[in-house]
């Protein structure tokens, strides 16, 4: 059984910082590309950040690039965003998502995610 937790998540002003963590199991961890998410209310649901299997190469959103960083330990079947100069509008709860093939190409295909971390900034 698949199961992804997130973690890390709170309250922070502006301009601050916080590195959200997703604690994977149940499947190969290093076989698959990962993914963030998140959604605020009224926003629907936002792709923010891509990294492959094995970590070579990564992606952001244009809301987020320069400021988060994805990455992964697979040897502790982990993802992580560094969040760095938070803005109100990075208010979000934040979910990491598996991709739905193995070895797949980054189609942001999700087919598992976890329940989601909230991140509140705000002064």
């Known amino acids: 059984?698949?199961?992804?937790?997130?973690?890390?998540?709170?309250?922070?002003?502006?301009?601050?910082?916080?590195?959200?963590?997703?604690?994977?199991?149940?499947?190969t961890?290093?076989?698959?590309?990962?993914?963030?998410?998140?959604?605020a209310p009224g926003k629907g649901l936002e792709w923010v950040s891509t990294i492959h299997a094995g970590g070579g190469s990564?992606?952001?959103?244009?809301?987020?690039?320069g400021r988060f960083t994805i990455s992964r330990d697979n040897a502790k079947n982990t993802l992580y965003l560094q969040m760095n100069s938070l803005k109100p509008e990075d208010t979000a709860l934040y979910y990491c998502a598996k991709d739905r093939y193995l070895?797949?190409?980054?189609?942001?295909?999700y087919d598992s995610w976890g329940q989601g971390t909230q991140v509140t900034v705000s002064s």
């Open 1 to 27: 059984q698949v199961q992804l937790v997130e973690s890390g998540g709170g309250l922070v002003q502006p301009g601050g910082s916080l590195r959200l963590s997703c604690a994977a199991s149940g499947f």
């Open 29 to 39: 961890f290093s076989s698959y590309w990962m993914y963030w998410v998140r959604q």
């Open 58 to 65: 990564t992606y952001y959103a244009d809301s987020v690039k």
């Open 103 to 109: 070895y797949g190409v980054g189609s942001r295909e």
